[in-house]
């Protein structure tokens, strides 16, 4: 249980597209998802925060009119990357919440991730 | 906000020895502490987590300590084998009921036959 299911695993476009990622949870309903961004041979850093049905709140330093975040169901939410540069160039990964009881401190469930390249 | 150091960037072992990665937080009302194993390429994998009503947690091969006074926990892997070579990270909860999770800096562990 508790997958994750993120597309396209690649993706090359040109600068100044825009680029759609799809994560899905497909097994469970997720209220929460959560948009995390990986240069090579770095860490995990937080974009923001996905609600289903509410506008996402972003971490600090990352622009909400280029990362646009759409949660409109329990098991879909969307990053589109809007007129992308080259430095925009990352692997992209969602995450979802499985929420055990009324906690929230439950683990995170990965999607694949999204290798997005920029030419 | 929540900042999670981890230590070492890199660490090689031979087969069979044991791997212990450390990483401290700073947010004393952090409560939920997971591992995960990142193989290139792939997704990252929850390996252990723990929660912090406990000090200790096993499972198999891996283990993991928190120690809230000091802010700190720990992955312990006993008799490692090739297979466990990857990109180790720890995580720590933020307050409030958001549930994300704030990353340390990885740790590379080769395990060398």
């Known amino acids: 249980g508790a997958v994750v299911s993120q597309h396209p695993s690649r993706v090359i476009c040109k600068s100044g597209t825009s680029v759609k990622i799809e994560c899905r949870s497909l097994?469970?309903?997720?209220?929460?998802m959560f948009w995390y961004r990986q240069f090579p041979k770095q860490s995990l850093m937080l974009m923001a925060t996905s609600n289903e049905g509410s506008k996402a709140t972003y971490e600090q330093g990352v622009e909400k009119d280029k990362f646009l975040i759409n949660h409109a169901s329990l098991t879909l939410s969307t990053l589109t990357v809007t007129s992308a540069h080259p430095e925009d160039s990352s692997f992209y990964i969602c995450s979802a919440l499985l929420r055990t009881g009324s906690s929230y401190n439950s683990p995170l469930h990965f999607g694949n991730g999204t290798r997005l390249t920029v030419t | 906000g929540e900042n999670v150091e981890q230590h070492p960037s890199t660490l090689s072992v031979q087969e069979g020895d044991s791997a212990v990665i450390k990483c401290t937080y700073s947010d004393s009302a952090s409560n939920y502490f997971p591992w995960y194993k990142q193989e290139l390429g792939k997704r990252p994998q929850l390996i252990i987590d723990i929660r912090s009503n406990v000090g200790e947690k096993k499972d198999q091969r891996i283990a993991v300590t928190l120690n809230k006074t000091a802010k700190h926990f720990s992955l312990h892997i006993t008799e490692t084998q090739p297979e466990d070579s990857a990109v180790y990270f720890c995580a720590a909860s933020t307050t409030g009921n958001t549930g994300k999770l704030i990353f340390g800096q990885g740790t590379t562990l080769q395990v060398k036959p």
């Open positions: 097994d469970f309903q997720a209220t929460t």
